[in-house]
Structures are given as C-alpha cells and as structure tokens.
C-alpha cells in the first residue's frame, strides 16, 4: 500500500506546489495550467513567425511579467509561463526552457543564449518517495545585465548576481557572485570583472 504524505494535510497538490512544499502533480488545476502554458506557447511561436510585434501580448499572456523592449525567441517551453518575470531590454533567443514550478526572475538588460534550461523543479534523493512522484521546486533570480551563454543550466535554487557572465555550457548548482565570469560544470568564478 502506497505511503499517504499528506495525511495530516489537507492542501490540494497545487496549493502545495504554489507554497513550495512537496506535492504530487496530479491536481486538475495544475494539469490545466499546464495546458494553458503549452496552447499559448504555440500560439506565441506562431503569431512570432507571422509578425513579431504581434506577438508580444501573446507572450505577456503566457509570463507573468515582461518589461519594455524584451526580446524572446520562439521556440519557448515552460511548465506554466506565469511563474516568470523578465525585466526590461532583456533579449533570450531560440529554446528557452524555463521550468517554473517556482518563481523565475531575469532581470533587466540580459543577455540569454540559445538552448539555456532554467529548471526549478527538485526530486526526493531517496528511492521510494522519488518512485511515488514526490516533487517540489526551488526559486531561481538572475539579476540585471547578467549573460547567460549558449547551453546554461541553471539548477534549482540559484541566484546569479548583477552583470555576472555564465560560460557557454555551464552547470550552476550554486549561486554566483554578482560582476564575475563563471564557468565548467559545475560552474565556478574564474575572474572579477
């Protein structure tokens, strides 16, 4: 018989997901939002192809929040879209994928590369829970005129600070200090700047 974790709980998984608390994704309503965040993903890849500045009320139907003169290249893949904030004049080309279980903040004026994964989503490490689907996330916050190379993963949990660069390829399990370069898996300073 399968472990019941939420006895004393009387939470719905989506409230618990929304409190950042364990929970198990088989609530409805997060199933609709996730469908909601995948149609209007689409209908922005589309109307993009079509014509840019239309687009962008698409966009800022799907995210949270989204500054001035921000830029997004389609294809974008999120889990609900409205978990994220992008700051003004931030440009994010092809193949985002941005997993916002948890809050994703990107702040102003960055630079986000090609096929970057910002992932908020986190597993139980033992077994069993990890076998009956147990999940949680953890926030992630990029702060202002931070450039994200082609290829960054971004774990969750980690907050990059002002004007910091991340090498192309980077793993980031860890936060980074505001105004350095940091690179390698796992990511590391390797100068101030």
Request: one cysteine or more; charged letters at 20%.
């Amino acid at each position: 018989m399968p472990t019941d974790y939420f006895a004393q709980d009387s939470r719905t998984n989506l409230e618990r997901m929304l409190a950042g608390d364990l929970y198990i994704a088989d609530d409805p309503d997060i199933a609709e939002r996730q469908q909601r965040a995948v149609r209007l993903a689409a209908h922005y890849q589309a109307a993009y192809i079509e014509d840019v500045r239309a687009a962008e009320p698409v966009l800022a139907e799907l995210l949270g929040a989204v500054g001035d003169e921000v830029h997004v290249r389609p294809p974008l893949h999120v889990d609900y879209g409205s978990n994220i904030t992008i700051g003004s004049r931030t440009f994010v080309n092809y193949n985002l994928t941005a997993l916002d279980v948890a809050a994703i903040v990107i702040g102003e004026d960055c630079q986000i590369g090609p096929n970057v994964q910002l992932l908020t989503p986190t597993h139980p490490l033992e077994p069993q829970p990890r076998r009956d689907k147990l999940e949680a996330a953890q926030p992630i916050t990029i702060g202002d005129n931070v450039w994200l190379g082609g290829g960054v993963i971004v774990c969750p949990g980690v907050t990059i600070g002002d004007n910091s660069v991340i090498g192309a390829g980077a793993v980031v399990t860890k936060d980074v200090p505001a105004n350095v370069v940091a690179v390698g898996n796992p990511a590391r300073p390797i100068r101030t700047l």
